[in-house]
């Protein structure tokens, strides 16, 4: 390949990146933005010290987990080494026409973080500090790469007779993350006043413009998360992965307006704002193999059944204060369920694929979580206690209110 | 064209679109930072759902309005069809040597919700949220991009004898906002209290960290809006037009300091904040024809027009929370106007020009807009009741606060 | 050069140019974040205002003492004229094949009001308005472009035997915004209430989740500081710049984790964020140097660095609110040294031109610092009178809270 196209597509690779990056502030502000103040400085620094401890972890051992290169074997795991290093040739075209090795490097890195991100949002407001951050650095060092390569590093899914297929990571990321999620707020119970004889107590966040900014960001870093994910600048397939990704993110916000205005008589901003990361999980797994009609179809259904993912998990008592569950597990799996209905590669093969891919990495994930969280749980605890989940974690764990000028209600 | 630089003209341009994008969260940050606290979540509310139903509203009709290309006839209306779709060669540089024909549609549809964006500044804290999400629409789809054919699409603007000339959207953008945002206004009344006994009362943004934090990002953005006008990555023209941007932004912000400090004895971040808008609104229509000098001299009026005309629309008693008719509508003028007196194509028969583009696209948004929102006022009604409005509009059209957990004032 | 690269070269540039533009966000963000809502407004206003007449300033002339071409002479002062205008051949490549002369301009000129930035946090909460815009632009147009010419220039310490090293701008940027915040600190004493009875009393910040903000913003856009330094697009360089940049603000997040943790028995949000920024100033003398690894270590020896720095200026009562003066000066000379320390310059030799750029723009700049703020402190005054500091600067100078809506403490 010549040199102009190669250091072009690696310049949009690495933008790709830094809006990837971006998008750790995204979830910081919109896990923040929907809990409590009392309970602020504890998710800011939750979401401040994953993505950094994330890319040390991932350079250190996920990135070789991920993508082990010769060493693999068997197609489910292999281990390219420790640490990392630009091989021969790895500034080169040689090593690919999309990017360097440190191109690719810090990209994949950016990504790791976020599955661990998103479980983060649902165990917030109750979990140990400690024992969170021991299980991200797991979760990001060891279970995401394992499945990330399963697909992405060539391993057994992604040489099925019918690939299984997931562009950018409906299920690769979001429900990897998802999964997690649903494991940690399980074995933690419901915050205190949560469920209260058989109903259900919203617990409103407590700063919605903060929410607000964290979906614009995220949806700001999709358009690097998806476009990236084309792995070049290719004109055509970058610039349908922007249409189709603005689009499902704009249909899953009206259907998540719909479906929330019919179900509650109001206009519910939360609802709105979870509906359009719902829409952008949705389009994720196939969002350079969509029409734009697709792609709004797909987003549209996401945004549905968000609204009543929340619902649901209510209704049998998981709590997720930001449904994060319902935002990456469900629409995952929808999403990915979507590549096999939608578009060129639509057919009962590539669902059974699907299938396949979604279930293989979830079984994974859920004993993964399971066993560290239940571990944890066993030993020294996961779940802060009673008296300093009612006054706060922040000052029980950071010495520090988050807005300390101002006064509160109660 | 070369594949290599198209390749690079098209990513600035997707880039371009991206940082138009987050525009759209500079509207949201600033209008609710410079409203009350009890009106948060309705701004919100809005300025995310339009820039939602925009993309969608503009995908189905708006772009075919713009830009009918062979249906076009008689220079005021055309018609492309309804939707899109890849035309054939639409990946390609026989489409347009600087993008593909999917990131021409997804530049020109985030551009699109911009101008309803703007309204709903003008008519914050007081609006019916359901009327006004029609009203937006309909501008978005149907008034917006038929005004922007006149010029941008080949219409009758575009082929006078000496054509109108509106580099990135003065008037085609910016003026038609703040057309709407005056006629809505107008037809609303003032909030009750603005104006009493005769005397104009402040009624104090509630958050000036989050209204800072909108101006820099549309700043931010802005480099995408101008830059990305460019419809190519061509070194020279972008980098001219990245320095009158930032140059103008700077001299509005001066300027507006300067006027302010002069008038109002004190150093008023609000003005400074509106200053730069000015500054950039003005600078919109020949950011690539300026000198650096040019620019700093139409920034730095552009920022003493924004204080007189605040001041301006409170004496006659339009009530514009945030300023947005004198930033969008006079500097839009003013911008357009600037273009015949500096720069290449200043002269009389120009200015003539700019004239006719100015009023003929100024009449038909006025008219569209007072159509609009006059039905809807003698139908639906726009305004809501006066308990609403002095409860706020969070907890009655939205049933949540945006700050639950902080003790409020009064 | 060909013009396909010289293109995606100039791109890439101007894509940093509007990563550096939106530090100065971060910069007000966090600033803010970290002192009381009294004095929100305030700090606004300058971190708004200062870019804003810093672009000017450098326009005018500032680009020309820092780059003073063929008017040259002497190694430490030159001017190339006043204002800037296009060069023949200032838009191609025979001006430079990385970018166009505007280009040039206009990302040196988003440095250059850096500078003052970083003084601003340290003389927060008690310095009048008028003087530190005065000292500002004196430091941004003057002081800021000569010791810059020194380097990058072309200047003495670029002709030295073995010329001084500062890829970009450990020294020249964030050292200089260091001393400039050392000498404010030190001259306009701590703040009412810091130091009583030899005690030091943590005055807590108001928004912690403002300053996360700010933090991430900052690390958003130090992949635009420092990888837009390697002023062209080049893969290999670029993809490295931004592994090392990464890795070195994840490990400062850890050095200062570790050393907070230790010292304070806390996980001490501001400790961590001021830490990523703290890894970032370290690595920026030699990013495009360090392999990975080095890259981690120096990082997390300025995250150990910044922490031992807060309590050092404590102890001797420099009250610095934001931490700046740890994070720019000491871990600014920190990565400049790390330059002779660790990666292909490593030697004795190396060190010491790194001391000699390290103390004579070190020296330059506490002169003329100490300079301007000494006459300024003998004539019209730089502390704000005691009545003023204890009610809040917001409404003494500025006459608005941040924050009119909520209720506040005390």
Request: some cysteine; glycine content about 14%; aromatic content about 14%.
């Amino acid at each position: 390949m010549n040199q102009e196209l190669f250091t072009v597509n690696n310049l949009w690779i690495m933008v790709a990146t830094i809006l990837v990056f971006i998008m750790h502030l995204g979830f910081a502000a919109l896990e923040a933005g929907l809990t409590r103040a009392k309970n602020t400085v504890n998710i800011l620094f939750k979401n401040t010290i994953i993505p950094a401890l994330g890319l040390i972890t991932y350079a250190f051992i996920g990135f070789n987990l991920m993508y082990p290169g010769e060493a693999f074997s068997g197609g489910v795991f292999g281990i390219a080494g420790l640490g990392i290093s630009l091989p021969e040739g790895g500034n080169t075209s040689a090593y690919n026409e999309g990017y360097t090795f440190f191109t690719d490097f810090i990209f994949q890195a950016m990504f790791a973080a976020t599955a661990a991100t998103i479980v983060s949002g649902a165990v917030a407001e109750r979990i140990k500090l400690g024992p969170f951050i021991f299980f991200s650095l797991l979760y990001v060092g060891i279970c995401y790469p394992i499945v990330g390569m399963w697909k992405w590093g060539g391993g057994f899914l992604d040489t099925l007779a019918t690939p299984f297929y997931d562009f950018a990571g409906s299920t690769i990321v979001h429900s990897v993350g998802g999964w997690g999620a649903l494991i940690g707020a399980y074995l933690l119970g419901p915050r205190i006043g949560k469920y209260k004889d058989g109903k259900t107590n919203a617990i409103p966040g407590h700063n919605l413009p903060l929410a607000t900014f964290g979906v614009f960001l995220l949806w700001f870093g999709w358009f690097g998360f998806n476009g990236g994910s084309v792995l070049s600048a290719d004109p055509g397939a970058v610039s349908l992965v922007f249409v189709t990704t603005a689009l499902a993110a704009a249909a899953g916000a009206f259907g998540a307006l719909l479906a929330s205005y019919l179900k509650f008589k109001a206009y519910d901003i939360t609802m709105v704002l979870n509906g359009i990361l719902a829409g952008l999980v949705s389009i994720t797994a196939g969002a350079d193999l969509m029409s734009p009609t697709d792609a709004v179809i797909i987003g549209f259904i996401g945004g549905i059944l968000v609204v009543f993912g929340v619902v649901l998990f209510d209704k049998i008592k998981i709590d997720d204060p930001v449904g994060a569950i319902s935002v990456h597990l469900i629409c995952g799996i929808w999403g990915t369920l979507a590549v096999g209905i939608f578009g060129d590669l639509s057919g009962g093969s590539q669902i059974l694929s699907q299938l396949v891919g979604i279930f293989s990495i979830g079984a994974f994930c859920v004993l993964f979580s399971f066993l560290v969280f239940f571990v944890l749980k066993k030993t020294v605890g996961i779940r802060v206690d009673e008296r300093e989940e009612i006054e706060g974690l922040d000052i029980n764990e950071h010495g520090m209110h988050a807005y300390p000028d101002f006064a509160t209600k109660e």
